[in-house]
């Protein structure tokens, strides 16, 4: 299993949107509603921010949004804030596996 | 409520084997699948394997043969062990709970441990 691939780095000022990509394949991300995505700060265990591709966890603020368009997750986080700084994972489930992305470090200007 | 406990930091020799586990508390374990992934320093994550409520275990293709997943129901502990460790393998271990809810299951982690250093050093 490949990771999905997901830019290394994404910036923005406060307030400003951005877009995160995670591309898979036919196999995972195309084939199923099963996408994930986490936000980990440095030190700390990752945390689920979005799951089934656009559904939001208990808590977790609607600044973060998720879609798929093939085989293309994307994350958008609106009204960027400083604490959104951080590095971002997608994920997968792939038939009985789970692949996740490369990994995106978002920086706030 | 939810916590995983994972045990304490491991220093291995290369060819060694070593054993982490994660005890639940505030659930069932029998009622969700169980996972690890690990993260090397700087690096990504990687998802390693999982144990279904049933008890059957998947893993990661990577890791065929040198992965292990157990567990222990009366004691509501999920252990891993990789066996002929090499440089390559040091990491953080993070025991993983899949989110469930009304008998389904999503595909999705939603309660993580606190995570388990293992290094490989000579």
């Known amino acids: 299993q490949s990771a999905l691939t997901q830019p290394a780095s994404v910036s923005g000022s406060p307030g400003q949107s951005i877009t995160i990509s995670c591309t898979g394949t036919?196999?995972?991300?195309?084939?199923?509603?099963?996408v994930s995505w986490y936000q980990q700060y440095p030190g700390k265990a990752p945390k689920v921010i979005i799951y089934?591709?656009?559904k939001w966890p208990s808590g977790i603020s609607n600044r973060f949004s998720g879609s798929k368009s093939g085989n293309t997750a994307s994350l958008v986080i609106s009204g960027l804030q400083a604490e959104d700084e951080a590095d971002y994972y997608c994920?997968?489930?792939?038939?009985?596996?789970?692949?996740f992305g490369t990994g995106t470090t978002v920086t706030v200007l | 409520q939810v916590h995983l406990e994972q045990s304490g930091t491991e220093v291995m020799k290369p060819g060694a084997s070593v054993k982490v586990s994660c005890k639940a508390s505030?659930?069932?374990?029998?009622?969700?699948?169980m996972h690890w992934v690990r993260q090397a320093q700087g690096q990504g994550l990687e998802w390693l394997g999982v144990?279904?409520?049933?008890?059957?275990?998947t893993y990661a293709q990577q890791l065929q043969g040198r992965f292990t997943m157990t567990r222990d129901t009366s004691t509501g502990t999920v252990y891993m062990e990789l066996s002929s460790l090499t440089f390559e393998d040091t990491a953080m271990y993070y025991c993983?709970?899949?989110?469930?809810?009304?008998?389904?299951?999503?595909?999705?982690?939603?309660?993580w441990g606190q995570g388990t250093v293992v290094t490989v050093s000579s």
């Open positions: 036919s196999s995972d991300v195309g084939r199923y509603n099963r």
């Open positions: 505030g659930f069932t374990l029998t009622n969700y699948h």
């Open positions: 994920c997968s489930h792939a038939d009985t596996f789970y692949v």
């Open positions: 144990i279904n409520p049933g008890g059957i275990k």
């Open positions: 089934e591709v656009s």
């Open positions: 993983v709970r899949e989110g469930c809810s009304g008998g389904a299951c999503y595909q999705y982690f939603d309660y």
